[in-house]
């Protein structure tokens, strides 16, 4: 939203009238300075609480694209005038802090002409950035007023504390590049139910909670609407229909194990019976829908139901198994040489082909280029021969998220610790010898070839095969020759089982397919799998026993 610039004259009647106001008031001038703030930052601002001399706010700060910037708390009082009133501020600030589970920087803007000195009460370990009236009065008469209080927080934070990659969360604001036409798929097309595929990291997650943002905030006045659920340590029907209803209408959670009819009849009166069908995104659904598999399909034929109602429109994400529900074997009807399509049957899933597909694969080039690119500029970090830096990356990560933020993470780290913050091409090659880059593919790899903590022992030999060959791209034929060649025992079905551990391994983002052919996604796991499993044969045998 573009907002018009304050003139200076009403600048200073807004700012004179907050420091006169005593205590604040609800909706008084220190209310009207921090919403103008917002409305200036185009950020919402989430929650507010007052006592007699001070004020918190909590904005949403994400947009930013800092690190350290997601919900951030700003505190508004005059300078203290004791040392009791230094530590009365700072242990309101923690609080704050505390109780909105900000983990980020926070704000202490001082209703003073001239910024006070910093209250020595408030710790390091609360990343506050303190404003007076020149910051704010800065940041109100940019043209940029978000990238004007980007730079205020740079100025009075080192760079090392400011990497805008991160790899243990899912991304969102800023951080969420790409992925448009997916997104509009979740948020636009409500005639659809859709299984959601892909690697572990690929941003499976990051898309969900993205669409539940969007329209959670478009349905604001009908907020029980829309749901996201983690089903990661769901643990069966009973359980999962408690925990729709803890979310939904908590009153009538005790009631879901006395029939099996209170669950449907909850979503067909929050539903308005179908004419405002409940948006429910659920995540990690892989574990869930094993337990169900061998429970008659309980819950999923319970969802089924409410979907054929109108009750409900919903969107599940996985790795594996939510490949089953949708579309059980089918794929293998048509891509397994020589075997009539008869001859392998579909599981009998209550949500079999109901439900549209959506398979997440790398960005392209200039979603992957933003990606790295973007959030650096918004740090003191200097691309020294841009173009170059970014092809570098590109053909080391291949365009995918997680991969781009890791090698970024990487590369910050070397030019924080440079006097001039600068990076060229040539860090790309430092980061490729980086033993964490080596560990991170490794980890990718583990955590990609099991199922529900089991290893999946044909997809890591055919991947270590691969990899000890020499080749430079393989065919199912040639994957199935080598697990031949080294006795790893391959059923009955023996060229159906290396389809399936190849697939799997594509899906898992460890190969990628050209044509009949596959190579490795990442041209530097080939070199990992050989150096971490040097003996060929040693390392089948182990993985074949685990």
């Excluded at 800065?138 to 934070?157: E, G």
């Excluded at 030999?461 to 034929?477: N, P, R």
């Excluded at 290396?498 to 799997?504: D, E, G, I, L, S």
């Excluded at 044509?515 to 971490?532: D, E, I, N, W, Y």
Aim: neutral net charge.
């Amino acid at each position: 939203m573009a907002v018009s610039k304050l003139y200076r004259h009403q600048f200073d009647d807004l700012w004179a009238r907050a420091m006169r106001e005593s205590p604040l008031a609800p909706d008084g001038a220190v209310d009207q300075l921090m919403s103008r703030l917002a409305d200036f930052l185009d950020v919402e601002q989430i929650q507010h609480v007052a006592v007699h001399d001070a004020s918190a706010y909590l904005y949403d700060l994400t947009t930013l694209g800092l690190s350290g910037m997601g919900w951030n708390v700003f505190v508004v009082s005059r300078a203290p005038q004791s040392e009791e009133e230094a530590r009365s501020q700072a242990e309101f600030l923690d609080e704050q802090k505390r109780a909105t589970d900000s983990i980020g920087f926070c704000f202490y803007l001082y209703l003073e002409n001239e910024r006070p000195p910093v209250n020595p009460y408030i710790g390091g370990s609360l990343h506050a950035v303190f404003l007076g009236r020149a910051e704010l009065e800065t940041v109100f008469s940019s043209p940029v007023p978000k990238m004007t209080l980007a730079a205020i927080v740079r100025q009075q934070t080192p760079v090392a504390r400011l990497c805008p990659f991160n790899t243990s969360q899912e991304a969102s604001g800023a951080m969420f590049y790409g992925r448009r036409s997916e997104l509009a798929l979740l948020v636009e097309d409500f005639t659809k139910c859709i299984a959601i595929h892909g690697a572990r990291r690929i941003g499976k997650t990051s898309l969900l909670k993205q669409a539940y943002r969007i329209l959670k905030n478009r349905y604001h006045d009908e907020s029980r609407r829309v749901y996201y659920f983690n089903c990661l340590t769901w643990d069966g029907y009973l359980h999962a229909c408690q925990r729709l209803a803890h979310k939904i209408d908590p009153r009538r959670e005790p009631r879901m194990e006395l029939s099996d009819r209170n669950i449907e009849y909850l979503l067909e009166r929050r539903s308005r019976n179908g004419s405002k069908p409940l948006l429910l995104f659920f995540d990690e659904v892989d574990r869930l829908i094993d337990l169900d598999s061998v429970n008659n399909w309980q819950f999923f034929s319970l969802l089924a139901s409410a979907k054929d109602a109108n009750h409900v429109r919903f969107v599940l994400a996985g790795y594996r198994s939510v490949d089953r529900l949708a579309f059980g074997d089918r794929s293998l009807r048509y891509s397994i040489p020589n075997r009539p399509p008869e001859a392998i049957q579909p599981p009998d899933t209550p949500l079999l082909l109901q439900m549209a597909s959506l398979r997440l694969g790398p960005l392209g080039r200039r979603e992957a280029d933003s990606l790295f690119v973007e959030p650096l500029k918004l740090t003191d970090v200097a691309l020294e021969g841009e173009t170059s830096l970014q092809e570098s990356v590109w053909r080391l990560t291949a365009g995918y998220p997680f991969f781009v933020q890791f090698v970024g993470q990487l590369l910050f780290r070397i030019a924080a610790k440079r006097g001039d913050h600068r990076l060229s091409a040539d860090d790309v090659t430092l980061v490729e010898q980086d033993a964490e880059l080596r560990e991170f593919l490794e980890t990718h790899f583990i955590e990609n070839t099991q199922q529900n903590g089991t290893v999946v022992g044909v997809e890591r030999c055919c991947a270590m095969l691969f990899a000890h060959s020499g080749d430079a791209s393989w065919t199912e034929q040639d994957f199935w020759e080598g697990c031949r060649r080294h006795k790893i025992p391959l059923g009955a079905d023996g060229l159906g089982t290396v389809h399936r551990a190849v697939k799997n391994l594509v899906d898992s983002q460890i190969l990628a397919t050209c044509g009949a052919r596959h190579t490795f996604a990442f041209p530097a796991m080939k070199s990992v799998l050989t150096s971490c499993f040097p003996n060929l044969s040693i390392a089948i045998r182990a993985h074949l026993e685990n």
